[in-house]
């Protein structure tokens, strides 16, 4: 049954479907397939086979048409959220014994969809960071080279894709977290509109930074993830109800953008020259096919502070009581930092990065008036060494912060627009490269879409550390290669 795990998360859906399989026959895939390769990357810290075995028990009393989307198949949430009766830690020591009565909305409408939780991904602590550091579980590891970071927040997540340990995997995304981690394991993560997929737990009711977001293996899958994970909550003012078309429709369909625009560094920063001419090579194939391609990016001015301040603020928002009563457990100097300076904000700078934020979105807007969609790297750099916390210099430009860096996923967030992240080759090192996909406002369909176009064209997702091979020896051998 290991090999499962070598179809397509649309494939083991129409086999559940049609009964050829059980979800007990996938959990037990999952299962066998985690035992081989876990221990050695570190991507699933807390596992839960017994209650997804359960609910499967319970599913499979339904009729096969009303199992939901998902029909019982087996997948992990990032551990940011909860799951009734699972360990939550948020890699805290603050939660690391917390076991949740209840489950999140966004998991809850998984599983609503016949969605089986098997496990938790590994996170950095509380989620804040673009790594897997936290003083809960062991860090985890990059797949394609364990000397070097999976990206964060969605860590686990993205790693445990990479290693065909999951057809399927939740994660969020505050400014990069989906699409960072998805471009430094060279699998599919996307950031939908916000409102797209519920959140209950937002820490402003009118919070649009931070989303919750599917990743897969490929687009197919991911848009058929994020069909069953949208809708609405009368717990979130934001949400959106599910849209008559569906994304599983627009990734199947492949429509081709007339015009898009590309940009190596979108005039905001520094990106290694590498990963600009890999993504450029990778928007030139639409070229090819007829798509006008243009060198363009819309006015950003003021995005980098804009974002700061409006990060901090929200941070305060979600943690700030948090350090009040029990700061001494967090660990992260970086955390403690960006709670404090969201606390200390005047009106001033609240109105600032507001103002400068609407000028941002009416500039995005007048530019989607003439490009269908935006092309520029997801990552300025690949995977950086584990024992790096952060990426701290780019073509010779040094950042100040450990998050300056992550500027080409942060405008997507400050705009507030849908972007997805594609594998689309590979460094002279062997390290996966990311393309990222952004559209203009909801438009998540054309995204996926073209996305899906573009990895057809690619063929990059029929690659990974270790496909249609079981075992830690064949992970060994391949870690060895790549080392």
């Given at each position: 049954?290991?090999?499962?795990?070598?179809?397509?998360?649309?494939?083991?859906?129409?086999?559940?479907?049609?009964?050829?399989?059980?979800?007990?026959?996938?959990?037990?895939?999952?299962?066998?397939?985690?035992?081989?390769?876990?221990?050695?990357?570190?991507?699933?810290?807390?596992?839960?086979?017994?209650?997804?075995?359960?609910?499967?028990?319970?599913?499979m009393q339904k009729p096969r048409d009303e199992r939901g989307q998902l029909s019982g198949l087996p997948?992990?949430?990032?551990?940011?959220?909860?799951?009734?009766?699972?360990?939550?830690?948020?890699?805290?020591?603050?939660?690391?014994?917390?076991?949740?009565?209840?489950?999140?909305?966004?998991?809850?409408?998984?599983?609503?969809?016949?969605?089986?939780?098997?496990?938790?991904?590994?996170?950095?602590?509380?989620?804040?960071?673009?790594?897997?550091?936290?003083?809960?579980?062991?860090?985890?590891?990059?797949?394609?080279?364990?000397?070097?970071?999976?990206?964060?927040?969605?860590?686990?997540?993205?790693?445990?894709?990479?290693?065909?340990?999951?057809?399927?995997?939740?994660?969020?995304?505050?400014?990069?977290?989906?699409?960072?981690?998805?471009?430094?394991?060279?699998?599919?993560?996307?950031?939908?509109?916000?409102?797209?997929?519920?959140?209950?737990?937002?820490?402003?009711?009118?919070?649009?930074?931070?989303?919750?977001?599917?990743?897969?293996?490929?687009?197919?899958?991911?848009?058929?993830?994020?069909?069953?994970?949208?809708?609405?909550?009368?717990?979130?003012?934001?949400?959106?109800?599910?849209?008559?078309?569906?994304?599983?429709?627009?990734?199947?369909?492949?429509?081709?953008?007339?015009?898009?625009?590309?940009?190596?560094?979108?005039?905001?920063?520094?990106?290694?020259?590498?990963?600009?001419?890999?993504?450029?090579?990778?928007?030139?194939?639409?070229?090819?096919?007829?798509?006008?391609?243009?060198?363009?990016?819309?006015?950003?001015?003021?995005?980098?502070?804009?974002?700061?301040?409006?990060?901090?603020?929200?941070?305060?928002?979600?943690?700030?009581?948090?350090?009040?009563?029990?700061?001494?457990?967090?660990?992260?100097?970086?955390?403690?930092?960006?709670?404090?300076?969201?606390?200390?904000?005047?009106?001033?700078?609240?109105?600032?990065?507001?103002?400068?934020?609407?000028?941002?979105?009416?500039?995005?807007?007048?530019?989607?008036?003439?490009?269908?969609?935006?092309?520029?790297?997801?990552?300025?750099?690949?995977?950086?060494?584990?024992?790096?916390?952060?990426?701290?210099?780019?073509?010779?430009?040094?950042?100040?912060?450990?998050?300056?860096?992550?500027?080409?996923?942060?405008?997507?967030?400050?705009?507030?627009?849908?972007?997805?992240?594609?594998?689309?080759?590979?460094?002279?090192?062997?390290?996966?490269?990311?393309?990222?996909?952004?559209?203009?406002?909801?438009?998540?369909?054309?995204?996926?879409?073209?996305?899906?176009?573009?990895?057809?064209?690619?063929?990059?997702?029929?690659?990974?550390?270790?496909?249609?091979?079981?075992?830690?020896?064949?992970?060994?051998?391949?870690?060895?290669?790549?080392?």
């Amino acid at each position: 049954m290991n090999a499962l795990l070598d179809y397509s998360a649309v494939e083991v859906v129409s086999l559940l479907r049609r009964g050829d399989v059980t979800p007990h026959d996938c959990l037990d895939a999952v299962e066998q397939r985690v035992g081989e390769v876990n221990s050695t990357v570190n991507a699933l810290p807390t596992l839960c086979f017994d209650r997804a075995h359960d609910r499967a028990s319970k599913l499979m009393q339904k009729p096969r048409d009303e199992r939901g989307q998902l029909s019982g198949l087996p997948l992990v949430i990032k551990d940011l959220q909860r799951v009734s009766g699972v360990r939550s830690t948020a890699g805290s020591l603050i939660y690391s014994d917390h076991v949740p009565a209840f489950t999140d909305a966004v998991v809850q409408h998984i599983e609503d969809e016949g969605g089986l939780v098997f496990g938790k991904s590994n996170v950095p602590e509380l989620g804040v960071g673009f790594n897997s550091l936290n003083p809960v579980f062991d860090p985890c590891l990059n797949p394609w080279n364990v000397k070097y970071s999976p990206g964060g927040s969605s860590s686990g997540s993205a790693a445990a894709l990479a290693l065909n340990m999951t057809w399927l995997a939740h994660g969020s995304d505050m400014g990069g977290s989906l699409r960072i981690p998805a471009s430094f394991c060279g699998v599919v993560g996307m950031r939908p509109s916000p409102g797209r997929v519920a959140m209950a737990n937002r820490a402003s009711v009118d919070q649009t930074l931070a989303v919750q977001g599917p990743m897969a293996r490929n687009v197919v899958d991911l848009a058929m993830f994020l069909d069953a994970m949208s809708g609405e909550t009368h717990r979130d003012l934001l949400s959106k109800p599910r849209p008559l078309r569906s994304f599983a429709s627009a990734a199947e369909v492949q429509k081709l953008p007339k015009r898009v625009a590309f940009s190596a560094d979108l005039n905001i920063g520094p990106v290694d020259p590498e990963v600009a001419c890999i993504v450029q090579n990778a928007a030139a194939r639409l070229q090819a096919d007829g798509v006008v391609v243009d060198q363009a990016s819309p006015n950003l001015d003021g995005v980098q502070r804009c974002f700061r301040v409006m990060r901090a603020y929200v941070l305060a928002c979600s943690l700030g009581s948090v350090l009040r009563k029990q700061g001494t457990l967090v660990r992260s100097t970086d955390i403690r930092e960006n709670v404090t300076e969201g606390l200390q904000l005047t009106i001033d700078q609240m109105l600032e990065a507001e103002q400068a934020r609407v000028r941002i979105v009416q500039h995005v807007a007048d530019f989607f008036e003439t490009y269908d969609l935006l092309i520029c790297p997801s990552t300025i750099v690949p995977a950086h060494p584990i024992d790096q916390p952060t990426v701290v210099e780019c073509a010779g430009h040094v950042f100040d912060g450990y998050f300056d860096w992550t500027a080409l996923t942060y405008v997507a967030a400050v705009a507030g627009l849908p972007a997805l992240s594609l594998p689309c080759g590979m460094t002279r090192s062997g390290l996966p490269v990311g393309l990222q996909v952004i559209g203009p406002t909801n438009g998540d369909h054309d995204v996926i879409s073209c996305a899906a176009a573009l990895e057809d064209m690619l063929s990059f997702h029929q690659l990974a550390p270790v496909r249609g091979r079981s075992g830690a020896m064949a992970l060994s051998e391949n870690i060895q290669r790549l080392a």
